[in-house]
């Protein structure tokens, strides 16, 4: 999928979080087993919108760079898709689960306080931290990605700090 349709898939994923839904679709599986907590890089267990200032932390980032994230029992993992998912609602966070496991092909969230701004994530991600389009009051507000690790993030940024965040890949229609 280009960046451009990945885009647009996380920008809907992201409007729809305060909807509370994404729609699903059917695709084929091929994880087998769920790593714990212990094997993952980063693990959070609790709200993760609420002081979401370890989204610029390097534990995270070498997280998303292949050593692992887990949010609250749910391992992302990239790129596996299975015609048995489900959405769930887990805390503040929308898990999109693969199969009857604990893996995850997304988590996404609102960010609730002004823990991260645009600023600490161009410090965090430096050159790799890209930028989708422009959207909202600030001429810096828009959608913002990092792809350059096991899992893509993208954060959407409202008046200079970030309102939501898509980790994965998530099934939508």
Same mark, same amino acid.
């Not at 391992?75 to 609602?89: A, F, G, M, S």
């Given at each position: 999928m280009n960046k ?43 709200n993760a919108g ?10 995270? &980032? ?15 993992? +990239? ?26 092909? #997304?988590?996404?969230? +609102?960010?609730?306080? +002004?823990?991260?701004?645009?600023n600490s994530l ?12 422009? #959207? ?16 893509? &993030? ?9 309102? +939501?965040?898509? &980790? ?6």
């Amino acid at each position: 999928m280009n960046k451009m349709t990945k885009a647009l898939v996380a920008a809907t994923t992201i409007t729809t979080l305060g909807l509370g839904s994404v729609a699903l679709n059917h695709t084929e599986a091929h994880a087998a087993s769920t790593p714990s907590a212990t094997q993952a890089q980063f693990a959070l267990e609790g709200n993760a919108g609420k002081d979401a200032s370890y989204l610029t932390s390097s534990k995270f &980032i070498n997280g998303l760079n292949g050593g692992g994230l887990m949010f609250n029992g749910y391992y992302l993992t +990239n790129h596996i898709t299975t015609p048995d998912y489900h959405q769930l609602n887990v805390n503040d966070q929308v898990i999109q689960t693969v199969g009857n496991g604990k893996s995850t092909r #997304s988590v996404s969230f +609102n960010v609730s306080d +002004n823990s991260v701004t645009l600023n600490s994530l161009k410090h965090a991600y430096g050159k790799d931290l890209g930028r989708v389009y422009h #959207s909202g009051k600030q001429p810096e507000d828009g959608l913002y990605f990092y792809d350059k690790g096991r899992y893509e &993030i993208q954060f959407n940024v409202e008046n200079g700090h970030v309102a +939501n965040v898509l &980790i994965g890949d998530p099934v939508t229609d």
